[in-house]
């Protein structure tokens, strides 16, 4: 269509300046030394008009090895990004080797992006080939050592994902040179520690893992419930009350009032026998907020003044009716306060609302000293099929890795 239109407008030229040269031709005379030359206006300009279009296609002739290159550099990069494409959706789909054998092609031609070199490490990595994964890195720091920084870290996210850790430690004291600051610095040494069980290190990063925002609130917050929690373990761990209570004083007073946090250190105060230590924390938590893992701990503290601890499970009654904790610890106070009609009461409540086996245990116990040995066997028998643990507690806080992994894993 272009070229249709400029020929209708040459063609329309032509016949103009035809019509217009026609009476008058116009008369051009050119001299240099003993040469001259004489012409017409209209040939002289045609003549400067194909001099004009010959010089123009000298100019191309010259231009066509530069053109030649870039159109084939043009098609070598459709080829490579086909190649990277098809390796891509190959690593999406699963068909890691073949996504592998595109890269290693890809990356052979020296003009493969980073992440070629990244995707093809991966790959590798995901194969078990740990060898040819750090090949794959090498390669791109050599070729692109402006982006060491980003190797480094793609190189402790695969460590850290096969659990090398000692390898992961490595890379990462690199890249803590290079950007110490940084939030993905941080992240990968918040994991590192999670998988090394490095609590003290761990402890130590948690308030620069605040202040680069690595976590939100509340991820943090489970995050430092977790690592101190080691820390109240640690200070029990010799059966030292005082060790224990100077520990728990060295504690930011809001990871004091975290509840899970709370329920391990009052579980070690149980353990060693500080049961109106215990209680008190217990009332002055619970008076402000509802916890059943607090509530499930004040039934086994055994205070001194008994009636007193009933007294104040029943005030709490009046309130969380409903709740089978509560419930559960009542029927433990009543038995110790050796009420055996309420103890009754409170554990076939529980039991109503959500069945346990420790509630079908204390109750089948209860129903033996009662002498009604039938209904004890079939108490035994539900709490039995409920499961094979006999007690079922109210969990504190768990130091499952698996957790912590969930609370470090980036998003």
């Not at 946090?261 to 105060?269: M, R």
């Not at 008076?287 to 001194?304: E, M, N, S």
């Not at 433990?332 to 109503?352: D, P, Q, T, V």
């Not at 028998?381 to 643990?389: C, E, F, I, N, T």
Request: aromatic fraction near 6%; charged fraction near 25%; charge should be neutral.
């Amino acid at each position: 269509m272009k070229w249709l239109l400029l020929a209708l407008v040459a063609l329309i030229g032509s016949v103009t300046v035809a019509l217009v040269a026609l009476p008058d031709p116009g008369y051009v005379l050119i001299g240099y030394g003993k040469y001259s030359v004489e012409t017409t206006l209209l040939v002289f300009a045609v003549v400067l008009l194909l001099a004009y279009f010959g010089l123009r296609g000298l100019a191309g002739l010259w231009h066509v090895p530069v053109r030649v290159h870039r159109w084939e550099q043009r098609r070598e990069d459709r080829r490579l990004q086909r190649w990277f494409d098809e390796a891509t959706q190959a690593l999406s789909e699963g068909r890691v080797e073949r996504a592998e054998r595109r890269l290693a092609r890809l990356l052979k031609s020296g003009q493969a992006p980073l992440q070629a070199y990244l995707s093809a490490a991966q790959a590798a990595s995901q194969l078990g080939a740990d060898e040819r994964r750090d090949q794959y890195l090498q390669l791109a720091l050599r070729r692109q050592p402006q982006a060491e920084p980003s190797v480094l870290i793609h190189q402790a996210e695969l460590q850290l994902a096969n659990k090398q850790s000692d390898q992961a430690q490595t890379t990462l004291a690199r890249l803590h040179k290079l950007l110490p600051n940084n939030p993905a610095t941080l992240r990968l040494e918040m994991q590192l520690y999670v998988q090394q069980h490095d609590w003290p290190r761990l402890r130590e990063l948690l308030p620069a893992l605040r202040r680069a925002q690595v976590l939100d609130h509340a991820r943090w917050q489970k995050l430092a419930v977790q690592v101190y929690r080691e820390q109240v373990l640690a200070f029990s761990s010799a059966s030292d009350l005082d060790g224990l209570n100077a520990g728990w004083k060295q504690l930011p007073p809001p990871v004091q009032q975290d509840p899970a946090l709370l329920a391990v250190y009052i579980e070690q105060l149980v353990r060693l026998g500080a049961h109106s230590r215990a209680d008190q924390l217990l009332r002055e938590h619970l008076g402000r907020h509802w916890d059943q893992r607090l509530v499930y701990l004040f039934g086994d503290v055994k205070d001194a003044d008994i009636a007193a601890q009933q007294a104040q499970g029943e005030r709490w009654l009046e309130k969380h009716s409903e709740d089978p904790v509560l419930l559960l610890a009542l029927a433990k106070i009543s038995l110790r306060n050796h009420l055996w009609g309420k103890a009754r009461s409170y554990l076939e409540a529980s039991i109503g609302h959500e069945p346990t086996p420790e509630a079908y245990r204390l109750l089948a116990t209860l129903l033996e000293q009662i002498d009604e040995p039938e209904k004890a066997a079939e108490c035994y028998r539900k709490g039995l099929a409920l499961g094979s643990g006999g007690v079922s507690r109210v969990p504190s806080v768990p130091a499952e890795s698996d957790q912590l992994t969930a609370i470090t894993r980036s998003d």
